[in-house]
């Protein structure tokens, strides 16, 4: 299995900040790499797709990087309604999660 | 529009057994995969498997073979999860999740979840 490893595991920040969180695959998986928003009590919701693509309907403030390995998704700026745990996603192989970035307000 | 509902929250004993629906609705339910993920209390995702809403062929990911079973009732753009011999590990919120690619990947639409616990 190709594992995933996220940075960092939990984070807080002021709105407004600038977010990053990374995702390192065990091997190259190219750009098949997705980002997942999961707020409390709720399923989790696609916001970007194949590295870069930001999924239809997700504000523009969220966005992603990378190839290969190595993995970048970014909040521009932090709103309030952006509290959740995010997870990256790859799907080269069959398909792994990252063990998930829980974002916080400061 | 598209939507993925899925049946109410379980309590069984270990040793039971349960079937989790997720009906589709809004699309072409053959037109696309369906994966199943689990959330056990507190902890991140897991990918399950998948199941070819096509062919009704079936993809179990390690950990998952044996007692975990994906199926399909396409006249009513329904799949189901059924999991046996319960163990008190296996409570978790699962959920079904709709698969945009031709093999499991894309997951771009997601039920609402079922939570399934397990406890004598």
């Known amino acids: 299995d190709i594992q995933m490893t996220q940075s960092p595991s939990s984070l807080s920040a002021s709105v407004g900040d600038r977010v990053t969180i990374t995702c390192q695959a065990s091997q190259d998986i190219s750009n098949y790499l997705n980002w997942y928003q999961q707020k409390p009590g709720k399923a989790p919701k696609l916001l970007i797709y194949d590295a870069s693509n930001l999924e239809t309907g997700v504000p523009s403030r969220f966005s992603g990087s990378g190839s290969g390995t190595d993995f970048t998704f970014t909040i521009s700026s932090l709103q309030p309604e952006d509290i959740a745990t995010y997870y990256c996603?790859?799907?080269?192989?069959?398909?792994?999660f990252g063990q998930g970035t829980r974002l916080e307000i400061k | 529009q598209v939507q993925l509902v899925q049946s109410g929250s379980e309590l069984k004993k270990p040793g039971a057994s349960v079937k989790v629906s997720c009906k589709a609705s809004?699309?072409?339910?053959?037109?696309?995969?369906m994966n199943w993920v689990r959330q056990a209390p507190g902890q991140g995702l897991e990918w399950m498997g998948w199941i070819n809403t096509n062919t009704g062929n079936p993809t179990y990911a390690q950990g998952f073979t044996g007692r975990f079973v994906f199926s399909l009732d396409t006249s009513v753009s329904t799949a189901y999860l059924q999991i046996s011999s319960l163990k008190a590990e296996d409570t978790a919120v699962y959920y079904c999740?709709?698969?945009?690619?031709?093999?499991?990947?894309?997951?771009?639409?997601w039920g609402q979840g079922t939570m399934v616990t397990v406890s004598s």
């Open positions: 809004g699309y072409t339910f053959t037109s696309y995969a």
């Open positions: 999740a709709r698969d945009r690619t031709a093999a499991a990947g894309l997951i771009d639409i």
């Open positions: 996603q790859q799907y080269d192989n069959l398909p792994t």
